[in-house]
Nanobody, 120 residues
Framework: QVQLVESGGGLVQPGGSLRLSCAAS????????MGWYRQAPGKQRELVAG???????NYADSVKGRFSISRDNAKNTVYLQMNSLKPEDTAVYLC??????????????WGQGTQVTVSS
């Protein structure tokens, strides 16, 4: 069984910063691409940032220059550093990882989500 557990969300004022973490655990053989998505009320889920196993990153236009994704392969963890936060960044942030497990082969896994609220 594989699990993704996120942490680091919360309430922050506009212009502030937060750092999200997502740790994968379980019977993992390999972790390929990892990423962060977000979903605001009444809106579709959107990709915020992604990172390959080799460290190549991509970002949504709306967060370029403000957010930074990184990963620690030794810890099976992906991070999202969010700076200069805006009210429109308010959403549930979900971690996603493409993982080959001992049982079940290669599958996309999702975390439970962490709430980020940007408000004064």
């Amino acid at each position: 069984q594989v699990q993704l557990v996120e942490s680091g969300g919360g309430l922050v004022q506009p212009g502030g910063s937060l750092r999200l973490s997502c740790a994968a655990s379980g019977s993992i053989v390999s972790i390929y691409a990892m990423g962060w998505y977000r979903q605001a009320p009444g809106k579709q889920r959107e990709l915020v940032a992604g990172i390959t196993s080799g460290g190549i990153t991509n970002y949504a236009d709306s967060v370029k220059g403000r957010f930074s994704i990184s990963r620690d392969n030794a810890k099976n963890t992906v991070y999202l550093q969010m700076n200069s936060l805006k009210p429109e960044d308010t959403a549930v942030y979900l971690c996603n990882a493409n993982i080959r497990a001992v049982v079940g082969g290669r599958t996309n896994y999702w975390g439970q989500g962490t709430q980020v609220t940007v408000s004064s």
